[in-house]
């Protein structure tokens, strides 16, 4: 499929700017500015691009502990997301968080948490929401490979087929769920299967080819949005760096270097920085650096900011709890 | 005005919430038989239609999952669980999403809408079930942040305490008890709420206060009646809410009498009933005559038998012998304690 | 496949046996001499029937809320059963749990409880244990159709594949779940397929034809002893009674009577019995005398026995809490 | 005797319980990489062989019901969860199974063998991780009949009670804290047990008794040494187990002190300070010269910045701060009391 090359500009502009802000928060990790768990998506931003392409503001996505680039391809701000893992006040989550916790429900996304597949059956939720009230909204749900290894989505996907939900699952496959591979936790390496028990058509797809994965989406968005039921789609990646943190090639325990070589190669963001470059795009380069450019400001603007405080949250929070 | 049953006046606090606000739902499962509610939401399938009134498969975790969600897209959802032995499954969704949710990115008045979610969870206990479908828990909830416990003892409150709960930003874990759910009282035609966090008075004395929860607290008037016999006069409060829980009314009370025994359905140690002791112990401790005494169950999972039950499940009389314990006991310690 | 005929009486006596000793239960639940939920297997009894008879004493059955018919199948005690049910002293889990709580160690039930599914992940560890030790024990689940749709069933289904447990899981498709109908907790009647993402094999059989239940627990069983890993069988069946309790046709709520004028005649009982006498066994009035005869020796012994009492129970239970 | 650091006794303990009884394995998460366990499982895999040391899918529930099944099969599992926050997923097996098991069919000396399961559970909190991965939840699971629970302290316990909990008939869930990993101290290099349900008096002193549990001991102890330098001689208790626990070393020690400050790292309402606080109140009561005072987590879900977690967590500082205003109060309630 053929993409115009304006919309590819600007699948490559949202992955260039979760790829250099990861970067830059992956050196604030090294030098010790950033303390809370990052868990880096580089290498896998063809998904959050892809997906997100097919989808209005009013949709809404749930991620989970490596969701920097579901966040900045739905449209959150970027000072949010500095804000956020420098536990600043303005952060997205107000600095209640961190990294592994971020919200921006004016772009749709109601937040994303570090529990494995723990946000899974609340897009369900969602889905079963805009179905009651007949808006054409849809719901999707962004997960790793591991979390198909938790029971309860497959409930989630026995209950959005029966009631025939606006949800799209996409499962981000890179093939290890911290430091253990797939042949490690499973039989077969057939995820996109997961549903068929439970009438949840699936498809497997490259996901490190934005176009592959954008087709998918559409499909599937168009599918919930018409009312027949949920899709699952399996996106084939690699992440770089390790579970967590900012290392390059290694994770804690595990030798993968093999592995990312072969995987370095299919660089998502270089593939569509080449097909560009053959259309005769000539400024992209300009276009990396008025990215490198926000970037900047906002990690200007988070420093900037007050550190999230004890008072105000300990007071409001306790006011919950109380009378 | 009117007398209903508890489990009617649980049905029609649903029945008032699904025809005044359309954003209310129930999901769970047994909602489409009398079988797992008994008569607390019968029918409400064919009066608010199956597409409100959901009945769902066994996978109590992405059920209540999925109601947390649907809250959050702004829907009011009531996830319903016919035993609280049930709802052990969905823990994750309860503890570690809906309740961090409501503080990580909920909080009403930071631009966000809150997490309004009431899970129901029902105590259904005796009856030779056993150790798997007679578990009462509140307790472990009540321990946590970010989550509300209320447990109505009455018809009344069964209702204003449901609605409140769903006018409530949440989440809100409310529990009812099918050993109530023929008691009957006057309730209000009307909707109406009943403020969470508040305990009632439903008796008024001078010697002791009995705090019950849920089923207890009936024990509790019961026991009164016992006692007011052989001249002791109990004060009777009715705890009604378990998270937050009105302390300053137990504290201003057992000020005034001196004397506590707390009465819950539920285990000891760590109980529900721990805490209420502990806090009076540390907010009236000057006046407090004697210690305050808890009546619970043993620290042992249900039997079955019906004999075994007997021994197993305190009431009236466990109450009013601790209370008559805490009298009988005199001013002696106090001042021996004084003089040391 | 023709089975030899005194096997197939053999089959014959333990179906008798659970119907019979059922029916009395029935009776008893009906005057109010017996109080305890009783989950009734009338019309599923080949089931147990014909997968015990695959089994030694030495293998596990794992059973749920309805496994009168389990622990009579894999030789459980009738005077166990009779006094758990009334909750004596002399039951089978020493009236400490009713009819939903059974166990005899002994011939292989470790314990059969209500929580829906709670039993299959237990199994899955025992046939674990079995491994390790390089036994050639098998475990087997039994579960409802109900079961499956509990996410930890896959969890567990996952498990026992990649570690090529010998479990095998007996899945009783009654069709329904209390009150719901298969229908209205599922798109597709399929349950046999639940453990193919996982690479558990699955197979479909009558539920209600003895040999044809046996054969495949044979296959299955030999898988799992060899090494070969798990199996999922789908027995599809019918429950005569009530969800729980005697009432013989009607559900609360549901009216099933046309369904089951449909299954009465499938009766796998009848079923034995027409092919036995076709092929001449002249004794089954008497050896049904005989059965009806223990029956009321062991009802007799239970209702002698000492109600199970307080203090004992108590006394042990917090010592186990206690130091 | 030799110097091991709190995750290295673990490590230890493991490896003599491997080393020792055929029927040990080890199951869950993370037992391949340091990530997970830090170094309290390390290499454990390719000393014992995977086959008994088995790092698992993220599939708590199914795991941990494998682990009781195996145990009840006659293996002497120990099943990780290296966050507690995970293990909420696994709640069916432990509290329905597991804890209910040990009563219906597992009381040893009734035939049966009860139901050696160790659950073994990491606090893992602090370090920006935010409130769902910071949980201390381990009052949930003292509140349950069925269960006990344990909670090390130093590393000769970390040991020590693991080793118990495995000879235990069970179930236990052993609770370690990540905070603990590097505190070092003396630890036989001998298999030992420590029995379960035994409190340990770190420090003895006259004036108040400060109970800890967990890393909470620690701050005690340090709180003590604070004290001292003002004058005030604290007693100090590490509490070591949850359930069964020490009643009667405890209240024999606030009985002569008359002051009791309990220090927990969970939440306050209904936490395990609630419970020794109540039962201190009814054992001692005419011993008690103060209220006793919690020094727990305030009843908020966990923060993330580093300046709030300060805030959140509490420690030496606010113990003897809670320690000093009840030798302030003095007995002038206690006399005001005796003269009512
Ligand atoms: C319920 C739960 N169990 C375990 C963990 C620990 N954990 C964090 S990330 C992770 C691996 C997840 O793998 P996958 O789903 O493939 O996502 P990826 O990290 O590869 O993006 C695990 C096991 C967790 N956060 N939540
Ligand atoms: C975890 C759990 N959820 C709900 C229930 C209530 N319940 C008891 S039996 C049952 C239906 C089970 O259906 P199925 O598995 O098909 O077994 P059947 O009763 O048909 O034999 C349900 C939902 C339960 N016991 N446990
Ligand atoms: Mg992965
Ligand atoms: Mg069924």
């Known amino acids: 499929m053929r993409s115009e090359t304006a919309w590819l500009v600007e699948r490559w502009q949202t992955m260039t700017l979760i790829r250099r802000a990861e970067e830059r928060i992956a050196e604030m990790v090294e030098t010790g500015e950033v303390r809370c768990p990052c868990h880096l998506y580089i290498g896998q931003e063809a998904v959050a691009a892809g997906v997100c392409a097919a989808l209005t503001t009013a949709d809404t996505v749930w991620g989970g502990h490596r969701s920097h680039g579901h966040y900045l391809a739905k449209g959150g701000s970027l000072a949010g997301l500095f804000g956020e893992v420098l536990l600043k006040a303005t952060g997205c989550a107000g600095g209640r968080g961190g990294s592994m916790h971020l919200a921006a429900p004016e772009v749709g996304i109601p937040g994303t948490v570090p529990i494995v597949a723990g946000t899974v059956s609340l897009a369900g939720g969602a889905a079963f929401a805009y179905k009651l009230r007949g808006e054409d909204t849809v719901a999707v749900a962004l997960f790793g490979d591991g979390a198909l290894e938790e029971g309860h989505v497959h409930e989630s996907m026995n209950l959005a087929a029966l009631y025939r939900l606006p949800l799209v699952l996409i499962c981000e496959n890179n093939l290890y769920a911290s430091h253990l591979h797939w042949s490690e936790r499973r039989v077969a390496d057939n995820l996109y299967r997961a549903g068929e028990f439970h009438s949840v058509p699936g498809e497997r797809v490259d996901g490190n080819d934005v176009v592959a994965v954008h087709a998918a989406a559409q499909t599937a968005v168009k599918r919930a949005r018409s009312g027949d039921g949920p899709t699952l789609i399996e996106c084939r990646t690699f992440r770089w760096r390790g579970h967590v943190g900012a290392s390059f090639d290694l994770d804690v325990g595990v030798e993968r270097r093999g592995e990312l070589a072969e995987w370095l190669p299919r660089d998502p963001l270089r593939r569509v920085a080449d097909e560009l470059i053959e259309r005769g795009v000539l400024d992209l380069e300009r276009r990396e650096q008025a990215i490198n450019d926000r970037v900047n400001t906002a990690v200007e603007q988070a420093r900037a900011a007050p550190q999230a405080e004890p008072e105000p949250y300990m007071e409001r929070q306790e006011a919950l709890c109380a009378r | ?340």
């Open chain 2, 1 to 340: 005005m009117r007398t209903l049953t508890y489990a009617q006046a649980i049905r029609e606090a649903h029945a008032q919430l699904l025809a005044l606000d359309a954003r209310v739902f129930v999901i769970g499962q047994g909602l489409w038989s009398p079988w797992y509610a008994g008569s607390s939401l019968e029918d409400l399938d064919r009066e608010f239609g199956r597409a409100r009134v959901v009945d769902t498969p066994v996978s109590e975790n992405a059920v209540t999952g999925m109601a947390l969600g649907a809250a959050l897209a702004g829907l009011r959802p009531i996830v319903f669980h016919p035993r609280m032995d049930f709802m052990l499954l969905a823990m994750d969704p309860i503890v570690n999403q809906a309740a961090n949710w409501s503080y990580l990115f909920g909080a009403p008045g930071a631009g966000r809408s809150g997490v309004p979610l009431v899970i129901r969870a029902v105590i259904n206990r005796g009856g030779e079930q056993g150790a798997q479908h007679s578990q009462a828990l509140h307790a472990m909830f009540m321990h946590l942040p970010g989550l509300k416990v209320v447990m109505p003892a009455t018809p009344a409150d069964a209702k204003g305490l449901l609605m409140a709960a769903v006018a409530d930003p949440g989440p809100v874990l409310y529990i009812d008890d099918r050993w109530l759910y023929a008691e009957s009282g006057e309730v209000s035609a009307e909707p109406f709420t009943v403020a969470l966090g508040e305990a009632a008075v439903r008796r008024s004395g001078s010697d002791v206060t009995l705090i019950g929860i849920s089923w207890m607290a009936r024990e509790c008037l019961r026991a009164a009646g016992m006692l007011e016999r052989e001249g002791i006069d109990a004060e009777v409060i009715d705890l009604r809410s378990l998270k937050p829980w009105d302390k300053e009314r137990v504290a201003a009370s057992v000020a005034r009498t001196g004397r506590a025994v707390v009465a819950d359905g539920g285990w000891r140690t760590a109980g529900a009933s721990a805490e209420i002791a502990a806090e009076i112990g540390e907010r009236v401790f000057d006046h407090l005559l004697a210690p305050v005494a808890r009546v619970t169950l043993p620290d042992t999972p249900a039997p079955a038998s019906r004999t075994e039950e007997q021994a197993y499940y305190p009431g009236a009389e466990q109450i009013a012998a601790a209370a008559r314990a805490l009298l009988e006991r005199g001013t002696a310690g106090r001042i021996k304690r004084a003089a040391a």
